[in-house]
């Protein structure tokens, strides 16, 4: 109920500053935490079912669903199960009134019922986590992956870039729009869907972006042209754009069969 709330807060007072008025988008990435086989194909179930038709009921064209590429080592007994939800919104309002169009839709309640009505002793899930980006200036919308390969065989790669401070964050940040970091990506083809700043979340201040690939060796061979192109290299020696990353995150993620991203 608080997250919601702060959501709301948060999309009130972006859209009386006309801030997302059809400037840019803002995205909203929810991750849903299970615990079991059978949380993970209730929530499944529901995404592809009721959600995703749902959202396309209320204007969303395109949202994505994405899951971890497992690792070798993977528990499935034992170890998280992690689902991603991508949605695109052309505005603040949007997000707003996204929950209001969703509890009018009774074909939504009705083939989401199993989730929607599960008993407190059966969860579908254990937590979901929330981010909210907004679109970088140089990347304003979202775009739809070319990469044509089967789903199952994709990579969908999510990093994060953390900043040990808000002012070296923002440099990060200027690395990408000012110093042409998203056109050297374009350049080598990367696929990006999107480039945002964090505007909610549980790790700030950081950035987000989506690139993607026909698979894992594609994905090897692009960042190794990446990591020797002489615009990177060039870029990476500005002084303002060192020192700008405390940490990043690496997810390695593919699309679902029913996803449109």
Do not use: C
């Not at 999309?11 to 990435?29: E, H, N, P, T, V």
């Not at 849903?32 to 995703?52: C, F, G, I, N, R």
């Not at 990408?176 to 945002?196: H, M, P, Q, S």
Request: proline share 3%.
């Amino acid at each position: 109920m608080k997250l919601r709330f702060s959501l709301v807060l948060m999309a009130l007072l972006l859209s009386a500053s006309g801030l997302f008025a059809a400037a840019k988008d803002l995205y909203q990435i929810k991750i849903y935490h299970l615990k079991s086989a059978d949380q993970e194909k209730m929530v499944e179930s529901y995404l592809e079912k009721a959600y995703l038709p749902a959202l396309h009921r209320a204007g969303i064209a395109k949202a994505g669903v994405f899951k971890n590429i497992k690792a070798a080592n993977f528990d499935e007994t034992k170890d998280e199960r992690l689902i991603y939800v991508l949605l695109p919104f052309k505005s603040a309002d949007a997000l707003f009134k996204l929950n209001d169009k969703l509890e009018k839709d009774k074909l939504y309640q009705q083939n989401g019922a199993d989730y929607i009505d599960a008993a407190y002793n059966k969860v579908p899930y254990e937590r979901i986590e929330t981010i909210l980006i907004s679109a970088f200036e140089k990347s304003p919308f979202f775009n739809l992956s070319t990469v044509s390969t089967p789903k199952a065989n994709r990579v969908y790669e999510l990093r994060s870039y953390e900043g040990p401070t808000e002012k070296l964050y923002k440099s990060k940040v200027k690395m990408f729009n000012t110093g042409d970091e998203i056109g050297l990506f374009k350049r080598l083809g990367f696929n990006a869907v999107f480039y945002g700043e964090v505007l909610a979340g549980s790790r700030m201040p950081n950035l987000m972006y989506l690139t993607t690939f026909d698979n894992k060796a594609a994905r090897d061979k692009h960042w190794d042209a990446f990591s020797s192109d002489s615009q990177w290299k060039t870029l990476s020696a500005v002084e303002e754009y060192k020192n700008t990353v405390s940490k990043s995150t690496i997810l390695f993620l593919y699309p679902a069969d029913y996803s449109d991203i």
